[in-house]
């Protein structure tokens, strides 16, 4: 146990080790002229002001709901709570602080070549890749380690605790697993705030630059007149780096800790026949409490080696010396990313006492991941049918193109389902839910690498933006662009990765509860839980219909907060340009600083209504209707956020990219009737891309830990069907 | 028994009597001028040329079904589905027929005064409210009658039957159960066909009228100059009354055979001592045998009091005497209706051994479909804030304005949600599944009010553009408008009350599969369904997601059915205004014909492909993945379902109603920004409210009669899990 868990942490220093050399790297290039250094200068700035007025809010929470945890449990379930924020904290701002420095230094490289703003983009996009992976799986190794007590195999047991001395308040957990539970938790309420607070700042700066100024105005964009534009780059950053890298630790994290905590009660009830059934599954049996730590600890292994994999593959990128065939060189370096993270599994799974039953499991889930991610590709890329098909329906107007474009992201809802579906079933005929989990686990033990390849593609689109802000040469915009379309092309296949790698995570979180659920006072069970029967009665169907109906409120909130919050933007930008007609003429600079204020102001003010419905609602239900309504609702929600997830993010991505292929000169090209209406399409589907999609992600996740970490305080039948 | 169904064939006569005197006293009226009667002349013949193409499509599969039932079960069952398909077809034609006479009669009475033109149009849609109640009753009650052998309390037993004589392939069934579920499923089909046929029609024709004359031309709505415009009057009658009356005719008898199909089997099971104890609930115990009847046809007594509540109602509308308040009028005898229903179902209650919990059961179902409906109105009628706050957003462009749209349709969600969620826990309690269905019942009981009610919307609005296209006096325009903006709030509310009643009705048909589910061989059980357990694995949990991912592929199917119509249409449109500009100067007509042709043969090819979806769907995945992964994937379509149909109609409605009021003159009026960015969300609203959300709730019914009726002949467990 000791060698696992250093192991873990040796390779967590490594990675953060990368982490900070990379930053220091990127600091020290040159960040180019006078003017290049000032707009970094205000973007870094807003970034900076926005995440830390997030932060003020987030500790409020934080600091309550850590203390809630120390009321009802114990001190060590709180401050595993803490740590679990405080990094993904961390993680946040060390993405960010890399990637606003990276920006101005990759548009000063482009200026030079191609290949030199790539190693900058890419090494910026990996500071966050390798922190998220870095920090999640050091903390853990830490906390257990921490508090290894909870976890000796001699004399693990579910401990019952009596709520505030009140009689007959029991309540009865693994307090191991509680432990990590709670560190899952801290990290997923970061992360909700962290893409929530980001997801709607970013998209009301961009839609109200757009509206604005392509629209009214019609600027060009990215043109230094606009007064949103400096607040739409800060966006990318505290959205696309910050938001997408806080989202894809809390997965991480969710499903290395839902395959544990699995573990942990399938070890406590293994006196069970059922589960002694499970167990031989794993090619495990008599000698369980020896083989403990293997069975327990597997998860870190994996993922541990997923980060020693991500090494190897970003050190292969940044150091290739090609020059031609970026994206070759970075789908090869993912691959090679891939193909480690499973030569090292199967490596620790053969000197594991298991069986291969979570190898492959394992694969399963990383096969599925890249095949969703695949599926996202066709329908949102206008190499594709699709998009293409889309781009020509936008020759009949906004409203048709709309509506194409709703249909185009509910039909690409088909392949991701099923094979999600077909994903579940396998794993649970080879290994009941502790290998549905360990398929959520495959799918983000290469998490290193996805995040690097998708936080390098918003330093590019910064890039792009500087280069045209500071007015350099068109070649420089060029360069620029290309690497903002390479971005684009792995941001697609990443989206679609993050949807399936959230469903998968949620579904090992909600397994997780549901082992905690069926296990009461000395006794745990494989879980049972009925959709309806007498004892539930309809209790589980208004739970799943609950749990539908939450995500599309949430998903209201969101949309409204983008456009409340563009809309206030829309009338300052107005002000600014009929108060100052030298903006318009381009002998004064507009007051970027007050756009910046105003959106990060709506972005923490709208956060955080939906953040406590997210937070809030698991608690409810559960204590008020029992664990088998909240499984109905986790699973209720699981269901429409998937569906909602995939549709808002294919949809906005075809009528963002059919857009840029009317751009592209087709069906008209610029300016034309195709164009304008793309234009509006493309507006409608952004904040259903990158607000709504993503944040639906952290919802479903988020509600799953909640649930699991207060599992033991619901009622098995609710009070009022006693 | 005798006097029972009796009864009901009794109120049945009477209520197609009124529909048949309705008819008789409509098309004595005069049909005006002799544009109006050409005008009149061309759309009734475009409605009957397209219900008679959609019928030969659907004589095909209707002919087909039965056949597969005859050669899989009994003649018997195949003769009930002939029976109900028949039925529906006709109901369908009966209130098209009535409508299309009524329109140009209510024109003309509009020239005398308003409360005549009322008369017409309220007596032309009572028509279709008393067919679609006096053909499902009648019918049901001829199919009871004719096959009572098999309801015999004396004899009523499982069967086995051996399919096609292959050894081991044996299925159990009641047949009374199968006659009653086959009578149903005849007319889900049709309704579908109908609803999706019509809703593809009905809103391609409107959308390419809107897309060339509105936006390109600047020609007003219903001007004759524009070769769609009698395409789009067709549409009205094809969809709105023929698809709606489908729909809510489908929900009916789902709601009655539902009812009745959960007490046979409650019957047959009643040695467990569980279901003994379900019983007991319904204050039936030993003499069972003896108040068989009561207990099993119950539902058919609460409806046939329904149909003669509704003669009341509508003798109430259609003889008062009052000139004004023709809102209040409507209002009124909807509320008379509901509360006589109510009184007639306790009178039965009453009469019967059973105790009061159907009663309150069906009460529940009536509050809580009255109450969805008003949510409905709240959210799009221009009253109320949701939509004058999206009116407002219209001023900030068509992209913003859909988005502000697609947040109210996600927030409207919330209440139906919880009203339903609410009344299933409640009902559950009450009386298991069986209150369920009662709840159903009860929310449906009055539906020939609601269909008549929302039958004379549509013909206030063909009368309305009959009014123009003739070129009548302004006058008679303003009075049919007057019509049509009545038929709107019924409709709103009429609407809602459709997503609500084929929630429950779907929920219904739900529970009676799990019924037939869960009776294997001669032993009949309580249904106990899980969501996760080592039997059924992760199969149920792959049912929901596969359920859910279903409506959504659906919807695709029609959004695109309806925009590449309405793109062929255009095209047709455009090349007629510039092959011959006489036509835009008023001196030639267009060719009408044509477009309908174009319209018609769009709605019937492109209704196969979703219809054959939702038919196979079940099929596919009860046959090879078993019960249990069905019992998953109906309720996942269930929920995702609802959503989706909420959301669509709601956001559709309201950005239609925040359009019409820019168009009063808010927010710059007509010719404004907001009014162009209003006729956008309009357009994009358009198919979602109208082909998308009614679809849907047929989509849901119609999967859970066919899960019911081949319930038999899928596998508990699915052949790969053995």
Known sequence: MGLMLGAAALVSVAALAWSAYATYWVARRDPGTERMREIQGYIREGAWAFMLAEARVMAITLAVVGAVLWALFYWEVAVAFWVGSGLAMAAGFIGMNAATLANARTTHAARTSFKQALNVAFSGGSVMGMAVAGLAVGGLALVIWLFRREFDPGILYIHTKTIFGIPGADVNF???ALIVSAYSAGASLVALFDRVGGGIYTKAADMAADLVGKVELKIPEDDPRNPATIADNVGDNVGDVGGLGADLLESFVGAVISAIVISLYIYVGRGNPDIQGLLAKFGLGENITQDFWWFALLPILYVTGGIVACLIAIAYIRFSRREQGTQGILMNGTRLGALLTAGFAALFTWLSPLNFVPFYAAILGIVSGIAIGFVSEYYTSSRYKPTRDLAKAYQSGAAVGVTEGMAVGMMSALWPCLIIAVATVVAYQMGGLLAVAYAALGMLS???MTVSVDSYGPIGDNAAGIATMAKLDPSVRERTDQLDAIGNTTAAIGKG???????????GLI???????????????????PIINPTVGGMVVAGLIVGAMVTYVFSALLIRAVSRTADVMVQEIRRQFRDNPKIMSGEESPDYRRCITITAHGGVRRMVLPSLLALGM??????LF????LAGFLVGALLSAIMLAIYCGNAGGAMDNAKKYVEEGHFGGKGSEAHAAGVIADTVGDPLKDTVGPSLDILIKLMSVISLLFASLFPVIPFFMR
Chains 1, 2 share one sequence.
């Not at 990765?497 to 579904?507: D, E, Q, V």
């Not at 997780?512 to 069970?525: C, F, I, K, N, T």
């Not at 029992?626 to 309504?629: A, I, L, P, Q, S």
């Open 446 to 448: 290469f998490v290193g």
């Open 174 to 176: 693994i307090k191991g």
């Open 497 to 507: 990765f993050a949807i399936g790698s959230a469903a998968f995570a949620a579904l």
């Open 618 to 623: 698991p608690l409810f239900v559960g204590l």
């Open 511 to 529: 397994a997780a509860y549901l082992w905690s659920a069926a296990g009461r006072a000395d006794e745990v069970h494989v879980p049972d839980i």
């Open 626 to 629: 029992g664990r088998y309504t």
